[in-house]
């Protein structure tokens, strides 16, 4: 039996219910012939996982291990040559499933499946292991920790389709405004546009976030909570281009109305998620502008292999913002849920599984 962490059910409405944290076990058999079984080192939060506690990410299901985004050690493969190549390394696991390689949109007629939490895929990180097919691992980077590598998978290719792909714009010179700094996808955003060579701005309710941006590459900040912060922002451009080629965003709200005054004719809202509301308003400032609104989620495997790889050649680093250590310890686990509900992190928050060389010694709990 292999342990894990879920939620349990209680009773509650949408948006009001918080389900707690509980301790599940599943039944563990050994990897099928293309499979191989990874010991998780350590895995990470993302906002779904705050929404799924809250009932507020569709398809629910109790009693699967939570989390998409994991790293760890092939302990045990299946038969097959592409699945006995893997034993032994340190991989990171593709965080869903059904789309290979279209750029428009997963393949799969069921659609895009992420790991952990709900019915559409019955497997998650926060756990003792996870078996899975050779084809969704790639080797992790070795310049990368556990910890780092966790935090990576599935805000990394969120970032790297909504920025390198979507946005059309991650290129020496351009101007790009990344909103909401703080949040592990926004910050993967400034990494992956900076690296690209992009002049890249950045938004905040946190001065102190828009210091720690631009330490990280951001050409400037201004906080959304000042009246009129757009008018600031484009004092801030360049003086031969005083507009915004593209804006990565993952809140919604009123991001057309600000764009339509911040973008050049034709430029992008590359849109990687609505955390303000799930509608937003179209203006026709917008269409006059011939602004374009181009919805973003996750991406395919290719992405997450082209992702990785960037990752490994630009030796380019997630930021950490606190771990805690231990399956067993829920109430440090329930801590990291409850930064994110605060939205005091400053990058991903993660959970220290089982030390890599614990593992390797055929110990796992930490």
Not at 38 to 56: G, P, V
Not at 65 to 94: F, Q
Not at 239 to 267: F, M, P, Q, S, T
Request: proline letters at 5%; aromatic letters at 6%; one cysteine or more.
């Amino acid at each position: 039996m292999v342990k894990a962490i879920s939620i349990r059910k209680i009773d509650g409405k949408p948006g009001q219910v918080y389900y707690p944290l509980e301790h599940i076990t599943i039944p563990s058999s050994p990897p099928k012939a293309n499979e191989v079984t990874i010991s998780i080192t350590a895995a990470a939060l993302n906002h779904r996982d705050l929404f799924l506690r809250q009932h507020l990410y569709p398809g629910l299901k109790f009693g699967v291990p939570l989390l998409a985004d994991g790293t760890g050690i092939v302990t045990s493969t299946g038969s097959s040559s592409s699945a006995k190549e893997w034993l032994g390394k340190r991989v990171l696991i593709n965080p869903g499933c059904g789309w290979e390689s279209d750029p428009d949109g997963p393949e799969d007629p069921k659609g895009y499946a992420i790991l952990g939490g709900t019915k559409m895929n019955p497997l998650g990180t926060l756990g003792e292991s996870v078996t899975i097919d050779a084809g969704e691992v790639e080797v992790a980077p070795e310049h990368l920790s556990s910890l780092e590598a966790a935090a990576l998978p599935l805000t990394g290719l969120t970032a790297w389709r909504a920025t390198m792909v979507k946005s059309g714009n991650a290129k020496a010179g351009r101007n790009i405004l990344v909103t909401g700094i703080g949040g592990g996808v926004a910050i993967m955003a400034l990494l992956f546009a900076v690296a690209a060579g992009a002049n890249v701005y950045v938004t905040s309710g946190s001065e102190e976030k828009i210091q720690r941006a631009k330490s990280m590459g951001a050409k400037g900040g201004v906080s959304y909570k000042e009246k009129g912060w757009e008018k600031k922002l484009l004092e801030l451009l360049p003086k031969d281009r005083k507009h915004l080629d593209a804006i990565i965003d993952g809140a919604g709200g009123d991001v057309v109305e600000k764009g339509a005054k911040l973008l050049k004719a034709g430029g992008v809202i590359s849109i990687y998620g609505m955390t303000t509301s799930p509608k937003m308003p179209f203006l026709m400032s917008a269409v006059l502008k011939n602004i374009e609104v181009r919805g973003s989620t996750m991406g395919s495997r290719k992405e997450f292999k082209d992702m990785v790889k960037f990752i490994a050649d630009t030796k380019l680093k997630p930021i950490v913002s606190r771990h805690v250590s231990g399956l067993d310890n829920l109430d440090g686990i329930d801590s990291l849920f409850e930064d994110m509900k605060a939205a005091k992190q400053f990058g991903k928050l993660v959970i220290e599984v089982a030390k890599e060389s614990d593992i390797k010694a055929g110990k796992s709990k930490l």
